[in-house]
């Protein structure tokens, strides 16, 4: 009697689902940054014109947080990372 073997091989590939949906960069409110260091950041982070910039910090600050920007995470992270840096709260997330 012979005995028949088979092989199955897998090949595995990293997904990384995290970075496949549409993103929001989100900025936060807070009692220590002033407008103007607000308005600063995101023109020179988000490369946003003055007149959109100090719209977004009006809002940001009525409502304790805006999305300023909409795009991919691997576009948005670095951006995120370089507000904070300067001390402003900023997260990236999902849209929902």
């Given at each position: 009697m012979s005995v028949k073997t088979?092989?199955?091989?897998?090949?595995?590939?990293?997904?990384?689902?995290i970075t496949d949906d549409p993103r929001v960069l989100i900025v936060w409110n807070d009692e220590v940054n002033t407008f103007e260091w607000v308005?600063?950041?995101?023109?020179?982070?988000?490369?946003?014109s003055e007149v959109q910039a100090e719209q977004c910090a009006m809002l940001i600050h009525t409502k304790g947080q805006y999305a300023v920007k909409e795009g991919s995470y691997d576009e948005l992270k670095p951006m995120c990372n370089a507000i904070t840096e300067r001390g402003i709260g900023a997260t990236v997330e999902v849209i929902v």
């Open positions: 088979h092989t199955k091989f897998w090949e595995e590939t990293e997904v990384d689902t308005i600063e950041t995101l023109v020179e982070v988000c490369n946003h």
